[in-house]
């Protein structure tokens, strides 16, 4: 699978590329308008929703896709190919949707561009067409962007795609990085990794070290998000006599939720690599989350429905991801591992099956009557991923006292992960 990770810069725009850009987005939104425009016409006549490709027709009838490089107007028409489609399915569950609107027609819009070429990592060459050229008499070949990056560029990465984005009195650019395949680490450890509920991340390496990240701090964090939300909602909803469901507030609001839960996993994900790092990983292995969303109920882990809600909202498959990336960077390489069976079903000490003599007790606990092992839920799930992943019956460095080494506890403060021994 090719890694990607995503980059913005500030471009550094004199006069002319200030207005070649400008330009350019303010065509975007002319198109993203006549698609648009198609698109109503389309539904008005036919009541069936056009493709992506349907618009593009429409977008090339008009003369202004000429000023645009191909790929720029191309995506414009999917653009409200796919916002007409997600506003399709919206309307099945919720009658009172509101179909797509027109953008403000000085608005700018952001654009993607496929016709450029790297220099340097702070520098790019875009070929605007000649109609463009021509319009506002720019006399070079190409136009030269050059680059601030907000984070370090990736040494292994490449640039694949780019969008320009208008910002106020600047343009940035959001640069799409594939990262080339790093050579795997040889040596080393392997670590499991169990993603669960009450703790986003259950760690176990083959040394035994087992490290919880408690999430707590993050989902009440996020109950508390979107209570407001609905409260704020509800209340713009009754003020606008159910005309409005959004305000400026509410998403400024979600966007500050949003934000504090992204820097949380953030740092949870960089934690883990350090230690990764530190005690010589050279694989991670991962359930495969695949599974989970199968079962149209909801059900699939063993999870109540109240945690299902929360799970909806924690952005799981971003912490797989980030981690993924993160971990290439060292060159440890993640890999996914079908997780069914490694959770309730059985000890990962003894390997016991037998129903009859696992139990789960108080407060997410698992005993095992069958080697007298008592632990954390998710420890003996991450202990079955390890075990399986190592091709083994049961885990092998445990004591004959039947207890692992205490686990390292992590607790999110706000700002930091911060360790605590306890259980
Ligand atoms: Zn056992």
């Excluded at 506003?87 to 919720?94: A, E």
């Excluded at 713009?236 to 507030?249: L, N, P, Q, Y």
């Excluded at 039947?402 to 706000?414: E, I, K, T």
Aim: glycine share 6%; with cysteine.
């Amino acid at each position: 699978m090719p890694r990607y990770e995503s980059r913005v810069a500030r471009i550094d725009s004199d006069i002319t590329t200030f207005r070649l850009l400008s330009r350019m987005s303010w065509i975007a939104t002319k198109l993203y308008n006549t698609a648009l425009w198609g698109a109503k016409e389309t539904w008005d006549y036919t009541g069936k929703i056009p493709s992506g490709f349907d618009l593009q027709k429409v977008v090339l009838a008009s003369h202004f896709h000429s000023f645009v490089p191909a790929h720029t107007y191309q995506h414009c028409a999917h653009q409200v190919g796919n916002a007409f489609k997600s506003w399709f399915k919206l309307r099945k569950t919720d009658r009172t949707a509101r179909p797509p609107g027109f953008r403000n027609k000085e608005e700018l819009s952001s654009f993607m561009v496929d016709a450029f070429k790297i220099i340097d990592t702070n520098t790019i060459l875009l070929t605007p067409t000649s109609e463009l050229k021509q319009e506002i008499s720019y006399p070079y070949k190409k136009l030269s962007l050059r680059l601030h990056w907000n984070t370090a560029f990736p040494e292994n990465g490449r640039i694949k795609q780019i969008e320009i984005v208008p910002k106020k009195g600047y343009f940035e650019l959001h640069a799409k990085i594939l990262l080339l395949e790093p050579e795997w680490k040889q040596d080393g450890q392997v670590m499991a990794i169990d993603l669960g509920m009450r703790n986003p991340i259950v760690s176990m390496d083959e040394y035994g070290n087992v490290d919880i990240y408690k999430g707590g701090k993050i989902l009440s964090n996020l109950r508390y998000w979107n209570k407001e939300k609905a409260r704020v909602q509800s209340e713009v909803m009754g003020r606008t006599k159910g005309k409005k469901k959004s305000s400026k507030a509410l998403r400024k609001m979600s966007k500050h939720g949003s934000q504090q839960i992204k820097h949380s996993i953030h740092s949870m994900t960089n934690k883990v690599v350090e230690l990764c790092v530190q005690r010589n990983v050279r694989e991670v292995v991962v359930g495969d989350l695949t599974g989970i969303k199968k079962n149209k109920d909801g059900t699939g882990k063993n999870w109540n429905k109240k945690s299902n809600q929360n799970w909806q909202q924690f952005p799981i498959q971003q912490v797989v991801a980030q981690l993924d990336y993160k971990l290439a960077r060292h060159s440890i390489l993640l890999k996914k591992q079908d997780e069914r069976g490694t959770s309730k079903g059985r000890c990962s000490q003894c390997g016991c099956t037998d129903r009859s003599k696992l139990h789960r007790a108080h407060r997410g606990m698992f005993l095992c009557l069958n080697c007298n092992t008592i632990r954390n839920a998710d420890v003996n799930g991450v202990g079955n991923q390890l075990v399986r992943y190592l091709r083994l019956d049961g885990l092998p460095f445990i004591s004959s006292s039947g207890c692992l080494a205490q686990p390292s506890v992590y607790r999110w403060d706000g700002h930091l992960w911060k360790g605590v021994h306890e259980e």
